[in-house]
């Protein structure tokens, strides 16, 4: 036995069985009108034409299924391969290809590829409490990946896509984010916004974080154009948990993904911060990760024509 071998993997009567335990325990509600008093199962008939998962409102005496009003509705692949693909996504710690996930799921590579997108999307936390909120530490650094569409490649990083990332010592999360640039008017109202005013920040040199102290509780900051990557009179003082973080990311895109374009990458980042957030040190095991990204597809939408827009 494998941990793929669970019914939900194989049966579309399991999937939705599992999906509806996870999304709505033992409260069905309607898609459409939310009650959930007359709630009533329609029992699946190939004959008919009556699809598994089906559920009636006697309310508003619509049809609906767990899929409708979350990022799996109008899916055209079946349930338990979508339920497979979240699995393999949320446990593999680099993420996987959305070649590999064809292959694996003899499905083609397009709906691969959107069907990872439309995952992407389920993952994307949208938590905006701001970080070190109890006078904790939290780690800020920047980096650059990939290159923007119609950039002339140059030397250093103009041409290429900024990220911004910052790490919270206490809770152990991450938060990312795609940048325009990386100059002070851009990353201090960022950093603002999501750091507690009481915090300690810590960062590099990069000039653009030279007045973070006025803003916060204190700032920490190390030379690495010097070779110093901790304060060797203070060893709290560094951003190696951040730089932890930026290599797990770049290994994977990288070595897994190769290519992404600007218009997905928030996407991309999102994967990441998903299971970083959610990795086995803070608690969590491959399957608490599965259920947690299930829990997320809830009032998302993505569509395959408009795939740089969700919905919401």
Not at 218 to 236: F, I, K, P, W
Request: with cysteine.
């Amino acid at each position: 036995m494998s941990a793929l071998s669970r019914p939900e993997f194989h049966s579309g009567e399991a999937a939705f069985a599992h999906l509806e335990r996870v999304i709505w325990g033992d409260a069905p509600l309607c898609a459409h009108c939310g009650g959930v008093d007359r709630i009533t199962k329609v029992k699946a008939n190939v004959e008919k034409r009556i699809r598994v998962g089906l559920w009636r409102c006697g309310d508003c005496k619509k049809q609906f299924t767990i899929k409708v009003g979350t990022v799996f509705e109008h899916m055209r692949l079946p349930l338990h391969k979508a339920m497979q693909a979240v699995y393999l996504i949320t446990s593999s710690k680099k993420g996987i290809s959305a070649h590999q996930l064809h292959r694996t799921l003899e499905i083609t590579y397009k709906s691969a590829w959107f069907l990872m997108h439309r995952i992407r999307e389920a993952l994307r936390d949208g938590d905006l409490a701001p970080f070190g909120g109890n006078g904790g530490v939290v780690e800020v650094d920047e980096t650059f990946i990939g290159r923007k569409k119609g950039m002339e490649k140059r030397r250093a990083f103009h041409h290429k896509m900024k990220v911004l990332a910052l790490v919270d010592r206490d809770s152990g999360k991450a938060r990312t984010m795609v940048v325009d640039n990386v100059t002070a008017a851009t990353l201090v109202p960022i950093v603002k916004a999501n750091i507690a005013r009481e915090a300690t920040v810590m960062t590099d040199e990069h000039g653009a974080y030279r007045q973070l102290g006025a803003h916060f509780a204190r700032h920490g900051t190390t030379t690495h154009s010097a070779g110093e990557y901790v304060n060797l009179e203070d060893r709290t003082i560094h951003s190696n948990t951040v730089e932890g973080y930026f290599s797990i990311f770049k290994r994977g895109m990288k070595g897994i993904y190769q290519h992404c374009g600007e218009e997905h990458l928030h996407r991309y980042l999102a994967e990441f911060e998903f299971r970083y957030n959610n990795r086995a040190k803070l608690g969590f095991n491959d399957n608490d990760r599965a259920g947690n990204a299930l829990r997320g597809i809830v009032g998302k939408r993505l569509t395959y024509r408009r795939f740089d827009v969700a919905e919401v």
